[in-house]
């Protein structure tokens, strides 16, 4: 019974010790390649109209970005899609939330 205790322990603390799998990340569920589309159809127009750029990714940048992790992230993803009346559903906003991670900030949780 002491055995398979102690070597319970040390499996515990070996699968503890692994690092978290790419489904552990924020936005997981996303698909960035649809959330980029998505971002271009729903979103640049009006940051365009914000900053007075090209692109619309001005506000992404370090002088105007705040948003401090994930969750806000995804925050701000459903907000600005509800005020823009996409009618977006979870997959969506989780989508766009991945693009948006990947191409600009880089939460790992």
Same mark, same amino acid.
């Given at each position: ?42 979103? +640049? ?14 506000? @992404? ?15 701000? +993803? ?5 005020? +823009?009346?996409?009618?977006?559903? /979870?997959? /969506?906003?989780?989508? +766009?939330?991945?693009?948006?991670? /990947?191409? @600009? @900030?880089?939460? /790992?949780?």
């Amino acid at each position: 019974m002491r055995t398979m205790v102690f070597a319970l322990g040390i499996a515990l603390a070996a699968a503890a010790s692994l690092p978290a799998t790419a489904s552990a990340r924020p936005f997981a569920h996303g698909d960035a390649e649809e959330g980029r589309a998505l971002h271009g159809e729903q979103c +640049v127009s009006c940051h365009r109209s914000m900053f007075n750029d090209e692109n619309g990714d001005t506000i @992404y940048s370090a002088d105007h970005r705040k948003i401090g992790n994930s969750a806000h992230l995804r925050q701000r +993803v459903e907000a600005c899609a509800s005020q +823009v009346g996409a009618g977006w559903f /979870e997959e /969506e906003i989780e989508s +766009v939330s991945r693009h948006l991670n /990947e191409a @600009y @900030y880089g939460f /790992e949780e």
